[in-house]
């Protein structure tokens, strides 16, 4: 019988990865672009482009982490 903790396929462990690199983005473009809107007053377009930027640089580090 096979051992249930194991992974049947070999591509979880990369979709775990992407997700994971996915929520980080989402996380830091939602943190950042709450704290440009709402506590600095931004505008909305000044709020989307950083939430962008953020999300990206956040989604680099996460790859970054992940191939350690």
Same mark, same amino acid.
């Given at each position: 019988?096979?051992?249930?903790? $194991?992974?049947s396929?070999? *591509?979880? *462990?990369?979709?775990?990865? &992407?997700? %994971? /690199?996915?929520?980080?983005? +989402?996380? +830091?473009?939602? %943190?950042? %672009?709450?704290? $440009?809107?709402? !506590?600095l007053?931004? !505008?909305?377009?000044?709020?989307?482009? &950083?939430?962008? #930027?953020? +999300?990206?640089?956040?989604? *680099?580090?996460?790859?970054k982490? #992940? /191939?350690?």
């Amino acid at each position: 019988m096979r051992d249930l903790s $194991q992974p049947s396929a070999q *591509g979880s *462990g990369a979709m775990k990865r &992407w997700g %994971f /690199i996915a929520l980080h983005a +989402a996380v +830091a473009a939602a %943190f950042i %672009f709450l704290l $440009q809107r709402f !506590s600095l007053n931004a !505008s909305l377009e000044s709020s989307l482009l &950083w939430a962008l #930027t953020f +999300a990206v640089c956040a989604a *680099g580090l996460a790859y970054k982490q #992940t /191939i350690r």
